[in-house]
Every structure is written in C-alpha cells, then in structure tokens.
T-cell receptor, first 111, second 117 residues
C-alpha cells in the first residue's frame, strides 16, 4: 500500500465549525492533490500543489483552502463548514510519472 | 479542456468471465497519458494500468489489458478471468505529460463493476 495518510477518516460536525483535513505522505513526492468525491460519483480536483509554498485551485470551485509548508504535508481547511460541504475528500501525491497514490479518504458530514 | 466519458454506469459479470469497460476522451494534444484506476468499496483508489499515447502497443498487466485507439480517442479496459476481488468502481483518467505544466488527472464518471460468484 502507498504511504499516504489521511485523518480523520470520518468526521461529523455541526454547521459553522472550522475543520482541517490532514494529509501526509512519506514518499517525498513534490506534487499533491485534493479531490472531492460524492458517493459513487466522479472525482473533482479542488486543489493541487507542485511543491512547497505552491498551491493552486483546481477545476471545481471550493470554499476550502490549502497550505504546503512542508513537502510531506498538505492540509485542507474549511473555515465555516456547511451541509453543502458534506462529501468525501481524497488526497493524492505523485512523482512526475503520472501515477497518483491516493489516501483512504476523509468522509465529512456537516449537520 | 480535456473530457473523459464512461458510458457504462454499472456492469456485472460472472466470475471467471471476461468484461470490457469503455472509455472515450477528448483532447487536442498529441502526447498524453491514460489510466484506469480501481476504487474497491471503502478502500484506497489504486492504479490498474497506464498507457502512454506515443506508444502504439497496448498496455497489459496480468489479467488487465487495454485497447487504445488513438484516432478514435478510445481507451477500453479488458479484465480477463474476472475474480470477486475485481468488484469495484473503475475510473478512466487522462493526464497531460509530466513537466507539461498541467499535470492534473481528469477523471471519468466511473463504472461500477460487480463480479457475481
């Protein structure tokens, strides 16, 4: 299995709370990504990073923000969660070979 | 922008049979990468097979093979001797070449494959 970890795996919170989804990889990959996936549906890229201090917004607009202060760490933050943010969030990383290594995902439910 | 289309939302097949999943894509680029990813229920997404567009030979990984038709922009996945562990969502994906400045995967909508015992 790939060495990329996401926490928490499951999170249920109330509207208006601030949350941070953690993603760490031990493979030394420069490129990291966050995808949003509704159950049984396609993946939508919401953020990506090509290295430390590099972050870009993806194809799907998202109210979340990301940071990349260390190569191995790429957290995603929602300042004020809403029910519309309920989804699964998948973190991934890669070398420049095109193969993405995915974490197990963080399933977020906002009540 | 590139698009990836998977026209089969769900498929099922008897164990040990062969199944083919379809994928078409749209791009104006000549060089690119195509992938099939597998997402088992409640488990990590993993790479099944990869094809580089400049290679004419179809990629093969054990029981998994692709039929890459560049002119038709078609990239189907064939699973031979299907096993219960093949039950999963399968996503077709497209990526521009590394160092192209746009190294993002574009995914299709997925095909839910069920292998019947």
């Amino acid at each position: 299995e790939a060495d990329i970890y996401q926490t928490p795996r499951y999170l249920v919170i109330g509207t208006g709370k601030k949350i941070t989804l953690e993603c760490s990889q031990t493979m030394g990959h420069d490129k990291m990504y966050w995808y949003q996936q509704d159950p049984g549906m396609e993946l939508h890229l919401i953020h990506y990073s090509y290295g430390v201090n590099s972050t870009e917004k993806g194809d799907l607009s998202s109210e979340s923000t990301v940071s990349r202060i260390r190569t191995e760490h790429f957290p995603l933050t929602l300042e004020s969660a809403r029910p519309s943010h309920t989804s699964q969030y998948l973190c991934a990383s890669t070398y420049s070979t095109g193969e993405l290594f995915f974490g197990e995902g963080s399933r977020l439910t906002v009540l | 922008a590139q698009t990836v289309t998977q026209s089969q939302p769900e498929m099922s097949v008897q164990e040990a049979e062969t199944v083919t999943l379809s994928c078409t894509y749209d791009t104006s680029e000549n060089n690119y990468y195509l992938f099939w990813y597998k997402q088992p229920p409640s488990r990590q997404m993993i790479l099944v097979i990869r094809q580089e567009a400049y290679k004419q030979q179809n990629a093969t990984e054990n029981r998994f093979s692709v039929n890459f038709q560049k002119a038709a922009k078609s990239f189907s996945l064939k699973i031979s001797d299907s096993q219960l562990g093949d039950t999963a969502m399968y996503f077709c994906a497209f990526m521009n070449p590394p160092n192209f400045g746009n190294e993002k995967l574009t995914f299709g909508t997925g095909t839910r494959l069920t292998i019947i015992p």
